[in-house]
């Protein structure tokens, strides 16, 4: 009998807990505000960037096509990076665009700008764009 009640109790006092978080939560409006996201979403626009500098001094067509390419994921909300390359030359300027992207996230992450979520978050971007480039 004991077993009975103590097994209610925890199942009532957890159901209980469980059916009035969330409507708590929403009428104390409490939001974590998504710190993650942020962070992944400052390191891709810093990613970004710094792959549009490292092409800073090539003024040749297929720097240009690869610059195209990287101010429409710096528009688009998921900023993904994976696109595939069309000529040696593409992929050429596209890693050199991926290694500048990559240093400022290491950079980011060196000086606790972000954490360890968004920066593997990013590093896992960078890498499919690479595979991406190298197919």
């Known amino acids: 009998m004991t077993l ?14 469980g059916l009035t978080l969330a409507p708590l939560s929403r009428a104390l409006d409490l939001d974590d505000g998504d710190p993650v ?7 891709r626009e810093r990613a970004l960037r710094a792959g549009l500098a490292g092409l ?12 195209a390419e990287w101010i429409a994921h710096l528009s688009a909300p998921d900023g993904d990076l994976a696109d ?15 290694q500048s992207a ?5 950079a ?8 360890d979520d968004a920066f593997h978050q990013v590093e896992e971007e960078l890498d499919r764009a690479e595979l991406g480039a190298q197919a």
């Open 108 to 115: 980011m992450r060196e000086q606790d700008e972000i954490g």
């Open 102 to 106: 990559r240093r400022a996230v290491l």
């Open 4 to 17: 009975l009640i103590a097994f209610s109790v925890v199942l009532g006092t957890l159901t209980l807990q």
């Open 56 to 67: 800073d001094d090539d003024r040749s067509p297929i720097a240009d096509a690869v610059r």
């Open 84 to 98: 595939a390359a069309t000529s040696p030359a593409h992929t050429d300027v596209h890693r050199r665009a991926l």
């Open 37 to 43: 996201g942020r962070e992944v979403r400052a390191a």
